[in-house]
Structure formats: structure tokens, C-alpha cells
Antibody
Framework: QVQLQQWGAGLLKPSETLSLTCAVY????????WSWIRQSPGKGLEWIGE???????NYNPSFKRRLSISLDSSKNQFSLKLTSATAADTAVYYC?????????WGQGVLVTVSS | DIRMTQSPSSLSASVGDRVTIPCRAS??????LAWYQQKPGKAPERLIY???TLQSGVPSRFSGSGSGTEFTLTISSLQPEDFATYFC?????????FGGGTKVEIK
């Protein structure tokens, strides 16, 4: 059974870049979309974007100018970078795998943006 | 973006009750809807996708129905482990969008 383990900096200052990585254990990259989703009290669950095994991405337009999702299949990892972070980016961030919708999720990482 | 509305945001029920949780889409999403359960401090877990297809391992007391803009998650006989928050997610068009959630609480 696939397991997703994620990590990254939990505390950022405004304008810094939010950077998270998700490692995939027990599963192949092929045939799935690899997603990032966040959850905050104010905005609930937000789909950020996804990448497939060919490196094709779909981004939420709300983040598009600041967002980059990449894949390193040699390491079985995928990553999220969100530039110019603000307090509004404070949330729990999840990585997930899915073929139709996100089906297997990482444990979540709380990211706080504060001066 | 397609707006997903879940109302009520919370409901109270007792063990053994039949519970229905509605979800409405702002436009036709055919049957491209999933349901998730989330417990405090945990990641959401998918229960159902494509409106009514049960995720492997999910108890059969959970079922989904609907099409177009109106959808329902039904729990036929509420169990103690079912007290949680339930979210719908449309996967008809990008960006994927979630409903605000319905919290099922103990009466």
C-alpha cells in the first residue's frame, strides 16, 4: 500500500518561498496524479495543483503566478514551491495521490507565515 | 470555478440513525463527485468517488447518490467511529473544488 511522507519548513516570514516535498513509498508514479491540497480555518480545503508522471501540471489559477510543482521520479518524490508567501498562505498542506480524485494522502504539514 | 455548497455545516445524530448529508454544485458536474471523511488532526480519507463508487475498504453503510448539481452522502446506520466531518469534492473541471464540510456530532 502506498504511503506518502511529506516535510518542509513550518515557519516562514512574509515574502519567503514555501517549499514542501512529498516522498512516495510502495507505489509507482505512473498512472497517477500527484496533488497538493491545503486546509485553513478561513478557506477550508483548497486544491492547489497536481502533476502527473510525465511532468504535466494542472494548477489552480488562484496560485498560478506563484506556484511550481515538480517531480523527481528517480527519488520517488514530488515538490511544491509557492513564492511570495503571505499570512493567507498559513495552512496545513497535504500531498496526495489519485487517479480520479486524491485517494491517498500524506500526514499534513502545518506551515505558518508570520513576521 | 465551480462552487460546492454543503449545508448544514453541522448536524447532530445518534448511533443507529440514518444520516443524509447534502452537497450542491453551482453548475452541472454530471456524476463527478467524491466524498471524504476527516477526523480531528488527520488527513481526509476518500469514501466515495464518481458519486456512488465506494472506495475499497469503506463500510457498505456509506453510499452516495445524485447527479448534475444535487448530491447526497448517506450513512445507513451511524456508528461511533462515523462522528467526523464530511466534505464533497467536484472533479468535473479544474480547479477541483471542495465543499465547506458538514460535521456530524453526537446528539
Amino acid at each position: 500500500q502506498v504511503q506518502l511522507q511529506q516535510w518542509g519548513a513550518g515557519l516562514l516570514k512574509p515574502s519567503e518561498t514555501l517549499s514542501l516535498t512529498c516522498a512516495v513509498y510502495g507505489g509507482s508514479f505512473t498512472g497517477y496524479f500527484w496533488s497538493w491540497i491545503r486546509q485553513s480555518p478561513g478557506k477550508g480545503l483548497e486544491w492547489i495543483g497536481e502533476i502527473n508522471h510525465n511532468g504535466i501540471t494542472n494548477y489552480n489559477p488562484s496560485f498560478k503566478r506563484r506556484l511550481s510543482i515538480s517531480l523527481d521520479s528517480s527519488k520517488n518524490q514530488f515538490s511544491l514551491k509557492l513564492t511570495s508567501a503571505t499570512a493567507a498562505d498559513t495552512a496545513v498542506y497535504y500531498c496526495a495521490r489519485g487517479s480520479v480524485t486524491p485517494g491517498s494522502w500524506g500526514q499534513g504539514v502545518l506551515v505558518t507565515v508570520s513576521s | 470555478d465551480i462552487r460546492m455548497t454543503q449545508s448544514p455545516s453541522s448536524l447532530s445524530a445518534s448511533v443507529g440513525d440514518r444520516v443524509t448529508i447534502p452537497c450542491r454544485a453551482s453548475q452541472d458536474i454530471r456524476n463527478d463527485l467524491a466524498w471524504y471523511q476527516q477526523k480531528p488532526g488527520k488527513a481526509p480519507e476518500r469514501l466515495i468517488y464518481s458519486t456512488s463508487t465506494l472506495q475499497s475498504g469503506v463500510p457498505s453503510r456509506f453510499s452516495g447518490s445524485g447527479s448534475g448539481t444535487e448530491f447526497t452522502l448517506t450513512i445507513s446506520s451511524l456508528q461511533p467511529e462515523d462522528f467526523a466531518t464530511y466534505f464533497c469534492l467536484q472533479h468535473n473541471s479544474y480547479p477541483l473544488t471542495f465543499g465547506g464540510g458538514t460535521k456530524v456530532e453526537i446528539k
